[in-house]
């Protein structure tokens, strides 16, 4: 599986960008698939959880009322609505699929997002 993740850019606070992680090599549609982020000189945390069907979700609480995920298995891809910027959310976004305890099998090759104050 590789996953191409695009949408990211330089915004102002407040603003909105959508990000979307695109599938090849096979379907994803049978996967649970999840957005991390990482700044430098941090841990890549988590941002938000898709399950296979995409009618279960999950966010960290720092994005939580403003980041939304979805997915359409039929264009095999996930996306990424990240609504009222902050500048902490200033990072590069990877996709993953095939979640595991502790990562994933699958990760996309990040994009940037940098939100200005």
């Known amino acids: 599986v590789q996953l191409q993740a695009s949408g990211g850019g330089l915004v102002q606070a407040g603003g909105c960008l959508r990000l979307?992680?695109?599938?090849?090599?096979?379907?994803?549609?049978?996967?649970?698939m999840a957005w991390f982020r990482q700044t430098p000189g941090k841990e890549r945390e988590f941002v938000a959880y898709v399950n296979w069907s995409g009618d279960s979700t999950n966010y960290a609480d720092s994005v939580k009322g403003r980041f939304t995920i979805s997915r359409d298995n039929a264009k095999n891809t996930v996306y990424l609505q990240m609504n009222s910027l902050k500048s902490v959310d200033t990072a590069v976004y990877y996709c993953?699929?095939?979640?595991?305890?502790?990562?994933?099998?699958?990760w996309g090759q990040g994009t940037q997002v940098t939100v200005s104050s």
């Open positions: 979307s992680c695109a599938a090849s090599g096979r379907t994803v549609s049978s996967y649970a």
């Open positions: 993953a699929a095939g979640l595991t305890g502790t990562g994933a099998s699958y």
